[in-house]
């Protein structure tokens, strides 16, 4: 924490049952080097009492509090103010894209975590197969079977910046896609393939690139995506040359 | 239901607001595809000008050389250019190739398109 001050405008979304969204501004005075999170917290303890949002952990451990902040999709509890605006500008946080709003800036996850589910996504992964193929040395083996919280922390912000989850509820979206590419390296499970090689899986996918760029968690779900079609045609050859 | 996904959001694909680059591919991609394929329904009318006998013909190879004709045509070329060489980004990167540098593809493949227009330009302005 700094001692220097900003005075600063949050214009938040909210949204309460049927009511269409509209926003609302709040002037604070916060600390720069606070997060976006701790800017809505204080809103919501000297403000409003009513404004609703998710969070938890407070580390990025959790991915509860995934929103847009100035229409970039972000985990607010790791989101400097200072990052994203400054002194006298102005902050807008809305909820994420592409997820009904339950209230405010709450979202109802509820069927992407159904999906990633479908994936059979890991909750936890052996140390030595965590990092990603160009992630040389990232974890030296040590000859121990350490295992280690997978990457993604379901925060959707994936979802919510991916143009092609905007206008297909159908399509899986990229954390479902990425979950199911880490499955198949983990476990060879060719049922995977029912899932992802479909026109709503991996082929859906336009290479907007978007997922990556603000995935806080480094899944990299694009070029788990791409990886993943490599797969989806690696098997389909086999196939075609009798291999079950 | 407004922010839950819906095909009448097409829309907001064009809006490069807050974007990264693979977005500005993206879009460049869709308005080019739409510019080639209204440029085909194009086409395909004035040739049939030309089943209408010489003197239509004639005419109409006068308009083609009209200025403002030259410039929907360098948009034309512009518009093939930019399809082609970031399509060939998108499909080396779908399959894994390059993932990591699609940027930089991307980037690269525009500056040579700059290059390429501006070469077709000066031919048709100034050469032919």
């Known amino acids: 924490m700094s001692q220097e001050r900003w005075n600063i405008t949050m214009i938040i979304s909210k949204k309460k049952g049927e009511e269409p969204a509209h926003f609302q501004s709040f002037k604070l005075e916060v600390d720069p080097e606070e997060y976006v999170l701790d800017a809505v917290e204080r809103v919501w303890a000297f403000h409003d009492r009513s404004l609703t949002f998710r969070h938890a952990c407070h580390h990025s451990t959790c991915g509860a509090c995934g929103m847009r902040v100035n229409g970039v999709e972000k985990l607010t509890c790791i989101t400097l103010v200072r990052s994203v605006t400054h002194n006298g500008g102005e902050m807008k946080v809305e909820p994420l894209r592409n997820f009904p709003v339950v209230s405010d800036l709450v979202v109802d996850m509820s069927d992407f975590y159904n999906r990633m589910e479908e994936a059979s996504a890991a909750q936890v992964v052996p140390v030595r197969k965590s990092a990603l193929p160009y992630e040389h040395d990232l974890f030296p083996d040590d000859g121990m079977d350490h295992e280690r919280l997978t990457d993604c922390i379901e925060c959707g912000c994936c979802v919510s910046a991916c143009p092609i989850a905007l206008t297909t509820p159908a399509y899986l979206g990229p954390a479902v896609l990425a979950a199911a590419q880490q499955t198949h390296s983990l476990s060879g499970k060719p049922c995977i393939f029912d899932l992802v090689d479909t026109a709503d899986g991996v082929w859906r996918c336009h290479s907007g690139f978007e997922c990556t760029a603000v995935c806080p968690s480094n899944v990299d779900p694009a070029w788990r995506i791409m990886d993943m079609r490599r797969r989806v045609i690696g098997h389909r050859i086999k196939h075609l040359f009798g291999a079950k | ?128």
């Open chain 2, 1 to 128: 239901m407004a922010n839950q996904p819906s095909a009448s959001k097409f829309m907001r694909w064009f809006d490069p607001r807050n974007r990264q680059p693979g977005t500005w591919a993206f879009i460049l991609n869709r308005v080019t595809a739409l510019g080639l394929t209204l440029y085909l329904l194009l086409h395909l009318f004035m040739l049939g000008k030309l089943a209408q006998g010489p003197q239509a013909y004639n005419e109409f190879i006068a308009l083609a050389k009209t200025p403002l004709i030259k410039i929907g045509e360098l948009l034309v070329v512009a518009a093939g250019i930019i399809h082609g060489l970031n399509g060939i980004r998108i499909a080396l990167t779908s399959f894994g190739i390059g993932v990591n540098y699609q940027r930089q593809i991307f980037w690269l493949l525009m500056a040579l398109a700059a290059v390429g227009i501006a070469a077709f330009g000066y031919v048709m302005f100034f050469v032919a």
